[in-house]
């Protein structure tokens, strides 16, 4: 047995896809939380999630040996988990949202109360967005990833994901000019995601 932890992404991927079981544990370990950090961020928190790091882990050793190098490992694993959690979405059926009391004058000392329930709000917006729109918009605005990357994790050309973003920052827009906490956090994203472009 190979010491899996040096070899490289096709080396690894060609152990697990001939079922080496310390392969594809070395593989999990070193993916995990990146892929568990792909369906938070396009999910929000969610109920499924383990289910869901579950299924993306079985979709990743049934086609581990179609990994064809383009991107590395990690990458394509978490492609693999978007590919995941967009098909969750695609089947759950919607479910209706309750709006959410917070009182406008809360004092500043509330601001983890205040951006978890805004956070919450952007979830339940994005809840009523086509599915794809979602996956593009939390991979490029909520998780800070480029256009090419969410293009190359989605399989999409990047002029369809430019599309989506824009679609949902459309949707989420029109849902925030009523409800001001939503507003002030996705103003606040979209400084983030300009300080970081």
Known sequence: MAAVSRTSDAE???????????????LFLRTRNAVHHTLYRVLGSNRDIEDLLQETYLAVFRSI???????????????VATHV??????????????????????????????????LARLYHALDRIDPT???AFALAVIDGRSLAEVAEM??????AVKTQVWRAKKAIDKRAAVDPLLRDY?????RDAEGVA
């Open 186 to 190: 996705v103003t606040d994203l979209a």
């Open 65 to 79: 040996g179609n990994y064809a190098g383009r991107s590395s490992l990690l990458t394509w694993c978490c492609s």
């Open 12 to 26: 690894v991927a060609e152990l697990c896809a001939r079922g080496d079981r310390a392969a594809q544990r070395d």
């Open 133 to 135: 729109q979602r996956v």
């Open 154 to 159: 989605t399989g999409a050309s990047l002029s």
């Open 85 to 118: 959690a967009l098909s969750h979405l695609r089947r759950k059926k919607p479910v209706p949202v309750a709006h959410l009391e917070i009182e406008s004058d809360a004092p500043s000392t509330d601001q983890v109360v205040r951006a978890r329930a805004a």
